[in-house]
């Protein structure tokens, strides 16, 4: 049976039962298939499973949906316990910053947080970084399970866990998708059913920027004509779509100095607006031997 609870004091009880290995599903709630995926994946590599659900006030920004977060947690108690997880954390703001959010101290990401999402989000990642760091301090984890979704934001939780030396590894989960290609996100339930068939306009775009990479191996084009072949072959399925606003595309080989180019894959990352709905996605695009440039 999966024990909910909701103060520090009683998930250190929870805690010190748990036998084994342990793994920890950090959440927001409102848990669909790919939170499912996350937490599937955390009982294979783990004898006992966490999950935290926390709507954390630090990484939103005050025009964004904090208020309107989808909030479910009595059925997300009920989805972990037919997944077998051992432990619910869901504290309340208070539990999680008893000084008030913004008197708590906080980890900054290096560089790679400046840019996509945190040059769009100013503070977004500063917000993830310290609510994971809380979070793996009372949970602690062996190891933690988070979605290639959220690809920056693995990044960065890597870095800080690398740089901090947190005693946790951290596993990446393949994004799960919706039947007709959409990410799954807590967020397409803002989406009308008109919205939903212009976002399906986000994975056409990558599945176009696959196809022109692989086209374009071996092509003979420059780094950087090849990088914005790709580039644009997604950017033009996005463009062409009507109440679609683009935030960013575009094509990476790392967030920091050390690429993340190995056996020749690159990630092309995606952010857009549809009505007040923001939504990201990215995918591996197979790039050619020695690439560098971003776009």
């Known amino acids: 049976m999966t024990a909910l609870v ?29 939170h499912l995926a996350l937490i599937e994946r955390a009982g294979e590599i783990a ?6 659900v926390f709507v954390n006030p630090l990484q939103f920004r005050p025009n964004e949906d904090l208020d309107k977060y989808p909030r479910t947690l009595d ?4 989805r972990c316990e037919a997944a077998g997880v051992d432990v619910v954390f869901a504290p309340s703001e208070e539990e999680i910053y008893p000084d008030g959010r913004a008197d708590v101290t906080k980890v900054h990401p290096r560089e790679g947080g400046e840019i996509l999402e945190g040059e769009s989000r100013p503070g977004f990642f500063t917000g993830v970084l310290t609510v994971v760091a809380k979070l793996f301090h009372l949970t602690r984890p062996d190891v933690a399970c988070f ?49 939903r068939r212009t976002a399906l306009a986000v994975p056409r775009a ?3 920027a696959q196809a022109e990479a692989v086209a374009l191996v071996g092509a003979g084009v420059s780094d950087l004509d090849y990088a914005r072949r790709i580039h644009d072959a997604a950017l033009a399925v996005l463009e062409a779509e009507p109440g679609l606003v683009v935030d960013y595309v575009r094509l990476r080989s790392n967030f920091f100095s050390v690429p993340f180019v190995h056996n020749n894959i690159a990630r092309i990352l995606i952010a857009v607006k ?11 695009v197979v790039v050619k031997k020695g690439w560098t440039p971003d776009v």
């Open 47 to 52: 004898d006992s499973v966490i999950v935290t």
């Open 274 to 284: 549809v009505g007040d709905t923001r939504l990201i996605d990215n995918a591996l």
């Open 206 to 208: 990558l599945r176009a």
């Open 6 to 34: 909701h103060t520090k004091a009683d998930l250190a009880k929870a805690r010190a039962a748990l036998p084994g290995r342990v793994a920890v599903v950090p959440t927001m709630g409102a848990l669909h298939d790919g």
């Open 147 to 195: 979605g290639a979704k959220d690809f920056q934001q693995v990044a960065m939780v890597r870095r800080m866990v690398r740089d901090l030396d947190f005693p946790v590894e951290i596993e990446t989960v393949p994004t799960v998708r919706e039947a007709d290609g959409l990410a799954m996100s807590s967020r397409n339930a803002y989406l009308s059913a008109s919205q």
């Open 75 to 78: 059925a997300d108690v009920a």
